[in-house]
């Protein structure tokens, strides 16, 4: 007997975004009001006065780039490495960037998802971490571990399924043999 589709998972009912939002820089919260309200934003950063400057001085530049989300790299970072092709935007502030069509169209959940994971770069940057560091791959570097990591587990606590979060870490930059080694450090069942 074929098995129901999966209902597509939610972000809580407090996470919104502003889904027309023009290229440009803004606050965090303009981007995504209220999200320094929600407790996954004080487990991320339980300081307080820490936790408010994340919410305050942090930026979302929306780019008219067909890509999904990222921390812009400082000056320094990109003179280290020059990526094949990658002309990412730089920034001395703390700034995640983000494509206009995935900020319009990615459903709530993803976005949530995504926020989290590049706040909690945010903070690790902020704590001195390297976030390129290329002596490991993608899937094993340290800081996208533990980025993934916080990702999963606000995802589990909202009862989104493993099929769900195997899709949902599956990245055209990895390779499938890569991707299985991330589920499987994460946890997540392959789906």
Known sequence: MPQPPEEEPSAPTAFRVERTLPPGRYPLTRVFPGLEKLPCFRRLCP?????????????????DQDLWMYVAPHEDAVQRRRRRGWKPVVSETDCVVVGRSHLAESPSIVLYLDILHELCHVCQRQEGRELWDETYAYVDRPTEVEAYRFAVEEARRLGVSDRFLAGYLEVEWVEPAEHQRLLRTLGVSPA
Do not use: D, I
């Open 47 to 63: 300081e307080e006065p820490r936790r408010q400057m994340l919410a305050t001085e942090t930026c979302v530049e929306v780019v």
